[in-house]
C-alpha cells in the first residue's frame, strides 16, 4: 500500500516566536538591554519582546511608524548561510512586510557567532564570513543572494525576482550564552558610569535587575492572541525608553550616599554625629530590606523638594522639617533626623543627576 505523501506545512507569520529553551529566553533580555543602552541616549524606542518575533523595536511609544524585527540564535561557534536556508530562518522574518501598518526598517538575524557563505565551484558561489557587528545581506555573494530569494519565494509561493531583500542584516552580537548576562551588566554599567558619573555600584545594579525583571515579566506574558491590537501588545508586552528612563531615575533617587556626603551636606554638628549615624543606619537597613513604605517617603520626599526648593538662608535641617510637614501623614517610626537623611539624599541625587 502506497504511503500518503505528508504535505509540508505552510509557513505562517511567527507572532510567538522565540525558542522554548530558557537559555534563550533568557539570552533575549539580555539583547533586549544591550539594544536598549545602544539607543538610549539618541533615539526614541519600544522593545516587545516574544510576539511579533523573538525581539521588535518600534521607532517610538506611542503611534510608531517604524518597526524592525529581529530573530535571535544562540549558536556560538558557526552558522553557515546554508542551513539558515534549509530550516526556513528567512521566509518567516520576510513574512512581516505583508504587513503594512508600519515601515520595516530592519529584518534582522541575530547571532553570537559569524555567518559563513561556503564556496561552491559548482555554483560560482565565493567563500564569505559575515563577522561584522551589522552586514546587511546586499554584501552577500550575489549568486547566494538569489539562492536565498529563491528559498523565501518557493517558501511563500511569491516569484524570486520580487523578492527584497534589502531589509535583511546579519548582526553578530557581543553576548554569548554562558555570559549574556554579565556582558549585559557590564555593558549597562558603563552607559551609567558615562551619563551619571557619580551613581553608585549598588544603584547601577539595582537599576540592572529591575530591568531584567520588567523584561521577563513582558516576555512571559501569554494572554494575547496573534491579532491583538498594537495598544493591546504595547500595554502587556512593550518596555519604552520612557520605562527605562523612570527606572534608572527612581533608582538613582532613593540610593542613599555615604554618610560623610550627608553630614557634610545636612551641616550637622559633629558633637552629634553618633545621632545622625544612627538614623543613617536605619535609612539604609530600610533600603536593605526594600521597605515600600520607604521608597513612597522617598518619593514623596522627591516630589515636594521639586516643588518646594530650599530657599535662600534656610539650612537644611530646617529644610527637612519643613518638608515633613509638607509632605503630612509621615509614619511616626521615622523621626525628624531619619527625615533629615532621606532629605539630604534626595537633595545630593538631585545634584548628581543634574552634574552628570
Same mark, same amino acid.
Given at each position: ?8 506545512? =505552510? ?11 530558557? +537559555? ?33 523595536? *518600534? ?29 526556513? $530562518? ?11 501598518? $508600519? ?58 525576482? +520580487? ?14 550564552? =554562558? ?36 523584561? @521577563? ?7 494575547? @492572541? ?38 557634610? $551636606?545636612?551641616?550637622?554638628?559633629? @558633637? ?31 516630589? *515636594?523638594?521639586? =516643588? ?40 545630593? +541625587? ?5 552634574? =552628570?
Amino acid at each position: 500500500m502506497e504511503k500518503r505523501k505528508r504535505k509540508p506545512k =505552510a509557513i505562517t507569520e511567527d507572532t510567538k516566536s522565540g525558542s522554548l529553551a530558557y +537559555n534563550r529566553l533568557e539570552m533575549q533580555v539580555s539583547q533586549a538591554i544591550h539594544m536598549a543602552v545602544e539607543m538610549h541616549q539618541e533615539l526614541d524606542y519600544l522593545l516587545v519582546l516574544d510576539h511579533y518575533d523573538d525581539i521588535s523595536i *518600534f521607532d517610538k511609544e506611542d503611534s510608531p511608524a517604524v518597526v524592525s524585527y529581529y530573530q535571535l540564535k544562540s549558536k556560538e561557534d558557526l552558522i553557515v548561510i546554508d542551513s539558515v536556508v534549509r530550516k526556513k $530562518w528567512l521566509p518567516k522574518l520576510y513574512l512581516h512586510l505583508k504587513n503594512e501598518t $508600519w515601515n520595516v526598517k530592519e529584518l534582522g538575524l541575530v547571532t553570537p557567532c559569524v555567518l559563513k557563505v561556503n564556496a561552491s565551484q559548482k555554483d560560482g558561489i565565493k567563500e564569505q564570513t559575515l563577522s561584522r557587528e551589522k552586514t546587511p545581506f546586499g554584501e552577500i555573494d550575489s549568486v547566494m543572494q538569489r539562492k536565498i530569494r529563491e528559498d523565501i519565494g518557493e517558501a511563500l509561493s511569491i516569484p524570486a525576482d +520580487n523578492v527584497d531583500l534589502s531589509k535583511f542584516v546579519h548582526m553578530r552580537t557581543i553576548l554569548t550564552i =554562558a555570559e549574556h548576562r554579565n556582558m549585559a551588566e557590564q555593558n549597562l554599567n558603563e552607559f551609567l558610569y558615562k551619563a551619571y558619573p557619580h551613581i553608585s555600584l549598588d544603584t547601577a545594579k539595582t537599576i540592572f535587575n529591575t530591568l531584567v525583571e520588567l523584561l @521577563s515579566q513582558k516576555q512571559r506574558y501569554e494572554g494575547l @492572541s496573534d491579532d491583538s491590537d498594537y495598544e493591546t501588545v504595547r500595554k502587556n508586552k512593550g518596555v519604552s525608553k520612557n520605562d527605562i528612563t523612570r527606572i534608572i531615575n527612581s533608582a538613582i533617587m532613593v540610593s542613599i550616599p555615604t554618610f560623610d556626603e550627608v553630614a557634610q $551636606w545636612s551641616g550637622y554638628q559633629d @558633637s552629634e554625629a553618633h545621632e545622625l549615624s544612627f538614623a543613617y543606619l536605619q535609612v539604609v537597613t530600610d533600603d536593605q530590606r526594600k521597605n515600600s513604605i520607604q521608597r513612597t517617603l522617598f518619593q514623596k520626599t522627591d516630589a *515636594f523638594i521639586l =516643588a518646594n526648593p530650599l530657599q535662600d538662608g534656610e539650612n537644611i535641617v530646617d529644610y527637612a522639617k519643613r518638608v515633613r510637614r509638607g509632605i503630612g501623614n509621615v509614619p511616626p517610626i521615622y523621626s525628624e533626623l531619619y527625615m533629615l537623611v532621606v532629605v539630604t539624599s534626595v537633595m545630593i +541625587n538631585h545634584w548628581r543627576r543634574d552634574n =552628570a
